[in-house]
């Protein structure tokens, strides 16, 4: 039931911070952390850790500030062979947002990345932007982001091997309080290259977030991206499902 939820909000509709934003404007900090572990073993054993953390700094006078860290590795071994790693990538995410008024913010942000699935060894980006909140109430809450940023990428690959660009970034987000310990989190983004219109890039981020009580969560995401113009021989669709738990204090 939860994962057809997720795929109905992406129907309606990122690496990608908008749907771990928390609008909690209170004053001081708040800290998370989410932890996936697996483990699978017969003829070959498998391992898979990913681990996040996450801190808010919120400011009476409108400012707020989160970094996020984000790491997951993965390997296979079968007996007598040497390890095989499937799974190697991670992110930090850094940004300021500033309340103008009521309904509009502005925000400053940077990230470092690497994904070696899709042969990607280092992703560095900057921008800035603005954020407009549509709407607000006790079930939903949804924002309207505009702005532009400018990307460094290093790949693994002999043609080709680096990539800058100056892109859009444009998102809608919408939260919804499915009942009083579940929440729904669904963000679409546009990104497109200003050198090439026709390079652009569709991202989904949708997540489930269910509270066992203040400080423990199960989390469910699925993430989708879409690149109509992918980098070297990439297909142009990558889908991500994860889930695990999260602690907050």
Do not use: C
């Not at 771990?20 to 850790?49: T, Y």
Request: charged share 20%; no cysteine.
């Amino acid at each position: 039931l939860i994962i057809i939820i997720l795929i109905i909000g992406s129907i309606h509709a990122q690496i990608n911070t908008e749907s771990m934003r928390s609008e909690n404007f209170n004053d001081g900090f708040i800290n998370k952390v989410n932890v996936d572990f697996g483990i699978e073993k017969a003829d070959a054993e498998v391992i898979d850790l990913a681990v996040s953390y996450r801190v808010d700094y919120f400011n009476l006078s409108g400012v707020h500030i989160f970094l996020i860290l984000n790491y997951k590795n993965g390997y296979e071994q079968e007996e007598g062979l040497d390890i095989n790693q499937v799974v190697n990538k991670g992110f930090s995410h850094l940004r300021m947002t500033k309340m103008i008024s009521s309904t509009l913010f502005f925000e400053i942000f940077s990230q470092f990345g690497f994904n070696d699935f899709l042969l990607m060894k280092d992703r560095t980006l900057a921008g800035s932007g603005l954020r407009y909140k549509i709407g607000s109430n006790d079930k939903i809450n949804t924002f309207l982001g505009i702005g532009l940023m400018q990307e460094n990428e290093i790949y693994d690959l002999v043609i080709e091997p680096e990539k800058k660009l100056l892109r859009s970034t444009n998102y809608l987000s919408w939260n919804i309080n499915i009942a009083k310990n579940a929440q729904l989190y669904n963000t679409v983004y546009y990104q497109f290259s200003f050198s090439d219109i026709n390079d652009y890039r569709l991202l989904y981020d949708g997540s489930i977030n269910l509270s066992v009580n203040e400080s423990l969560s199960f989390v469910i995401e699925l993430n989708y991206r879409y690149d109509n113009d992918p980098h070297g021989v990439m297909g142009k669709s990558y889908i991500q499902l994860n889930n695990g738990i999260e602690f907050t204090f």
